[in-house]
């Protein structure tokens, strides 16, 4: 069968298309014909060979890869013969070699996730599933940790991402108020159809006249149409682009002069300390510099789960020494000081269950198999929207 062999740690070119032998399914499991193989930034770190994170690195040559969706073609003793055929996705556990980047994968039958219908009456996709599978059981168990309402005003960094789509939909249907921080047009083009009935208007107490991008009614760095911009919607969403050096200042004339009460942060470094000091109020008198440097955020609440830019968010305890002392409620969604997560299943029916039900529509970022290292490189270059899957 065709799989996708991690010989030696280095750039993505360390990832190879081989032909291996068809695995076999022994007691308690099941052989799955795969066709959508989540790929996930922990995987890059893992592939360059970085100790230290979550996983230990794998004994090489190996097979990554942890979430999948495809069809049971055969079971093992001790399983029931009816799931063969059956549309299932399955996370294969927190292991760096857990031979997801294959055409064939053997799975514990308890791990299995038969995949629903959608909101259409048709099975959901394979892609998607995969998604849920892993990304959004992580964001319905961060969520459960930030407790979004409806009274919140909710800042999410990376917000283009796998989590920060799911994020930034969830809080909407919260009833909060939310500024999105993403990357360039393209990405923000992405937040925006995904939201269409969400579409942003200007803050019931918003200034009139001029922004500081100096369009009337368009705030700086945001595409047209998308942040300030009078169009009929809901006027609860708010797209900055954090690649215009001017966002922060966009970031708070979207606030208007209601301070954020929420940041969901998995970036870290510069922006998400930036992020993070939009707590304070927004008129800029209060709630830290641009960059980072003045601890004057004064409240509301943190979600921390993770540090894709390389960086600790400075209002952490991961940033040691660096860290900015705040009123700040910091709540970790991973580390040490995150609530214990002993059963990953009910996470993984929950987000299965809302992309089921259409709450949530699944933003993915598809590259065929056999260029799994492209896939990595374009993951690692932050030129991804949405869940990287492999097809």
Same mark, same amino acid.
Not at 378 to 390: D, F, H, I, W
């Given at each position: 069968?065709?799989?996708?062999?991690?010989? @030696?740690?280095?750039?993505?070119?360390?990832?190879?298309?081989e032909q291996i032998p068809d695995p076999v399914p022994g007691p308690g499991e099941v052989l799955v014909d795969v066709v959508a193989h989540g790929v996930h930034l922990l995987d890059t770190s893992t592939r360059r060979g970085e100790a230290g994170g979550p996983l230990p690195?794998?004994?090489?040559?190996?097979?990554?890869?942890?979430?999948?969706?495809?069809?049971?073609?055969?079971?093992?003793?001790?399983?029931?013969?009816?799931?063969?055929?059956?549309?299932?996705?399955?996370?294969?556990?927190?292991?760096?070699?857990?031979?997801?980047?294959?055409?064939?994968?053997?799975?514990?039958?308890? &791990?299995?996730?038969?995949?629903?219908?959608?909101?259409?009456?048709?099975?959901?996709?394979?892609?998607?599933?995969?998604?849920?599978?892993?990304?959004?059981?992580?964001?319905?168990?961060?969520?459960?940790?930030?407790?979004?309402?409806?009274?919140?005003?909710?800042?999410?960094?990376?917000?283009?991402?796998?989590?920060?789509?799911?994020?930034?939909?969830?809080?909407?249907? @919260?009833?909060?108020?939310?500024?999105?921080?993403?990357?360039?047009?393209? &990405?923000?083009?992405?937040?925006?159809?995904?939201?269409?009935?969400?579409?942003?208007?200007?803050?019931?107490?918003?200034?009139?006249?001029?922004?500081?991008?100096g369009v009337p009614g368009q705030v700086a760095g945001a595409v047209p149409g998308t942040a300030l911009d009078a169009v009929p919607g809901t006027g609860r969403l708010a797209l900055v682009d954090y690649s215009d050096p001017g966002w922060v200042d966009a970031a708070r004339?979207?606030?208007?002069?209601?301070?954020?009460?929420?940041?969901?942060?998995?970036?870290?470094?510069?922006?998400?300390?930036?992020?993070?000091?939009?707590?304070?109020?927004?008129?800029?008198?209060?709630?830290?510099?641009?960059?980072?440097?003045?601890?004057?955020?004064?409240?509301?609440?943190?979600?921390?789960?993770?540090?894709?830019?390389?960086?600790?968010?400075?209002?952490?305890?991961?940033?040691?020494?660096?860290?900015?002392?705040?009123?700040?409620?910091?709540?970790?969604?991973?580390?040490?000081?995150?609530?214990?997560?002993?059963?990953?299943?009910?996470?993984?029916?929950?987000?299965?269950?809302?992309?089921?039900?259409?709450?949530?529509?699944?933003?993915?970022?598809?590259?065929?198999?056999?260029?799994?290292?492209?896939?990595?490189?374009?993951?690692?270059?932050?030129?991804?929207?949405? &869940?990287?899957?492999?097809?």
């Open positions: 069968m065709d799989a996708i062999r991690h010989h @030696s740690f280095g750039p993505p070119e360390v990832l190879t298309l690195l794998p004994t090489l040559p190996t097979v990554p890869g942890r979430e999948i969706a495809g069809t049971v073609s055969d079971v093992g003793p001790g399983v029931d013969a009816s799931w063969r055929g059956r549309r299932v996705a399955a996370h294969l556990g927190a292991v760096p070699d857990g031979g997801g980047y294959a055409r064939r994968a053997v799975v514990v039958a308890e &791990k299995l996730h038969p995949i629903p219908d959608g909101p259409d009456g048709a099975p959901l996709d394979p892609a998607d599933a995969t998604a849920m599978i892993g990304t959004g059981r992580m964001a319905v168990y961060t969520l459960d940790i930030a407790a979004v309402t409806a009274a919140d005003i909710v800042v999410v960094t990376g917000a283009a991402g796998a989590l920060g789509t799911l994020f930034v939909q969830e809080a909407l249907q @919260s009833g909060a108020r939310v500024v999105a921080l993403a990357g360039g047009a393209a &990405k923000l083009k992405l937040l925006r159809e995904l939201v269409a009935d969400a579409l942003p208007g200007p803050p019931p107490d918003a200034a009139p006249g001029p922004m500081p991008g004339a979207a606030l208007g002069s209601s301070p954020a009460t929420l940041v969901l942060d998995g970036v870290g470094g510069d922006l998400g300390t930036a992020a993070t000091a939009l707590l304070g109020t927004s008129d800029g008198t209060t709630d830290g510099a641009s960059d980072g440097t003045d601890n004057g955020a004064a409240g509301g609440r943190l979600v921390a789960y993770g540090w894709a830019s390389g960086a600790a968010n400075r209002y952490t305890a991961w940033a040691g020494a660096d860290r900015i002392e705040s009123p700040v409620e910091v709540r970790y969604a991973v580390g040490p000081d995150a609530p214990p997560m002993s059963d990953q299943r009910p996470y993984q029916e929950r987000a299965l269950a809302r992309a089921a039900s259409g709450r949530w529509r699944v933003a993915t970022h598809r590259v065929p198999f056999a260029e799994a290292a492209r896939a990595h490189r374009e993951l690692e270059e932050r030129r991804t929207t949405g &869940k990287v899957v492999l097809v």
